[in-house]
């Protein structure tokens, strides 16, 4: 493997070089599943898709975790607010996420770890911590002492002395007593009608930062490959889980990973959320565009770039799209059958553009230059060497996942596709038995009429297919 990524903790691009060769270890922090998921979290799930998916395609097995944190004070006080069980607003959302990525085809974790699934991970590494005189309980709450941590700040690039002036210690809802304000909470005193789970120090539920180093860690090992995560993360969480995973004597991740933000068309540049009322909701943007129209346009930016969610953005993903649509369905009628020459599209370049910290702007820049000497290739009835050129850019594609005919055939797979199905089978039964007579008006007007109706048929090695298309 040749992948070379940014690591925030060196600030530097350097080599991920897996612990265990041929195997990699990824632990992503997952969605709070408060609320249904909007573009700014689908971007990260792309952006991470595409490093799972190139990591495949570079031969490696990988144990991709993503973590769902389903307990919380924000889900407990929205469900509260609307008379509903914390843990069934929770499953909803969980399944509202899970609906988005399998729409824009992100590749599912290897492992979905949820915190109200890992209470007793959780337990027992605050149990290491306290031991290791790193952590101390107050009033039934623990809070991790930070003052004892060497290096604390150094991942994010903070000054625990600056810090200690401006963070502002978070203190609402706590019941114990820091001993300083940059000390933060491992373990929360249960409050009346909350959730709570049975502890050393009394019933009460996690902090926020300890489920991800308590799951990283059961899944990964206490010394893992890759760390990742949106940048908003970096401080205090990422942070905070490296310190308390240090306190419990765990190397934790080799390397960190930080991807941009999404802003919205004027909103100043600032980071899509919630709280700022200019959420875009997949489920709602899905109604307007098509699934691989999303999947383009929030995996086309460099990863660790921010992101401008807007109708300029939408559109130029629309057209972008289509241009690679029209090749691959052009390309592959014109060379059925054709034996494939010499490509004109490089596969080196898009894999060089990939390992060089996941440059997918320059990798799309090799994939359209390919389909613009397709194009070319098609003009001038250059078979073999367009049929070797359509074989390499669908390769990529399907890196990307943005392969029209593999993984986007028909208009997202709903399930009016078995449907479909059914109908143009029966339609081909009728070609087949109108070719066996000979009938060759019948077969063409059979064809015909599936095509004005937007279904192209194709005939494979496995039989005939169908897509959308004209
Ligand atoms: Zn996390």
Redesign the pocket.
């Known amino acids: 493997m040749s992948l070379r990524l940014y690591d925030t903790a060196t600030r530097s691009v350097r080599p991920l070089t897996p612990l265990e060769p041929g195997r990699v270890g990824v632990y992503v922090?997952g969605p709070t599943v408060q609320a249904r998921p909007h573009v700014g979290h689908l971007r990260s799930a792309v952006a991470l898709d595409v490093l799972h998916r190139w990591l495949l395609a570079s031969g490696q097995r990988v144990t991709f975790v993503r973590?769902v944190t389903d307990v919380d004070d924000k889900i407990i006080h929205d469900a509260s607010h609307d008379g509903e069980p914390w843990w069934a607003l929770a499953t909803r959302m969980a399944r509202a996420f899970t609906r988005a990525y399998d729409a824009v085809q992100v590749l599912p974790p290897t492992a979905e770890p949820r915190v109200t699934g890992s209470i007793l991970s959780i337990t027992a590494l605050i149990e290491r911590i306290v031991e290791r005189g790193h952590a101390y309980a107050s009033g039934g709450d623990v809070y991790l002492a930070v003052r004892t941590v060497q290096g604390y700040g150094a991942l994010s690039g903070q000054d625990p002395d600056q810090l200690k002036a401006s963070e502002k210690a978070v203190a609402h809802g706590h019941t114990g007593e820091k001993r300083d304000p940059l000390d933060f909470a491992l373990w929360k005193a249960a409050k009346p009608g909350e959730p709570s789970w049975p502890s050393p120090w009394g019933p009460g539920r996690p902090g926020w930062?300890i489920e991800?180093s308590a799951m990283a860690v059961a899944h990964l090992g206490e010394s893992f490959d890759l760390h990742a995560?949106g940048v908003d993360?970096l401080f205090p969480?990422?942070e905070n889980?490296l310190a308390q995973s240090r306190c419990a004597g765990h190397p934790f991740a080799q390397h960190w990973l930080h991807h941009g933000l999404v802003t919205v068309a004027g909103g100043g540049g600032e980071k899509m959320s919630k709280s700022l009322g200019n959420s875009t909701l997949v489920e709602d943007v899905l109604q307007q565009i098509r699934p691989q129209v999303l999947r383009y346009a929030l995996g086309a930016a460099h990863y660790r770039s921010p992101l401008e969610w807007s109708p300029q953005a939408v559109s130029d993903a629309e057209a972008a799209y289509g241009r690679i649509e029209t090749f691959v369905r052009n390309a592959t009628e014109a060379t059925r059958g054709v034996e494939p020459g010499a490509s004109k599209a490089s596969w080196e370049e898009f894999a060089a553009a990939l390992d060089d910290d996941l440059g997918v702007p320059q990798a799309l820049g090799v994939v359209h230059s390919g389909v613009r000497a397709g194009n070319a290739l098609l003009a001038g009835r250059e078979l073999p060497a367009l049929a070797a050129t359509l074989a390499v850019v669908r390769r990529m594609l399907t890196v990307l996942a943005l392969d029209p005919v593999e993984q986007w055939p028909g208009s997202g797979g709903t399930e009016l596709t078995a449907v479909v199905d059914a109908l143009v089978a029966i339609a081909v039964e009728a070609r087949a038995d109108a070719r066996a007579r000979k009938d060759w008006a019948q077969a063409d007007a059979v064809r015909d009429r599936l095509t004005a109706s937007g279904i192209v048929l194709e005939d494979t090695a496995d039989g005939v297919r169908w897509r959308l298309g004209t």
């Open positions: 922090c973590n930062h991800c995560g993360l969480h990422h889980e």
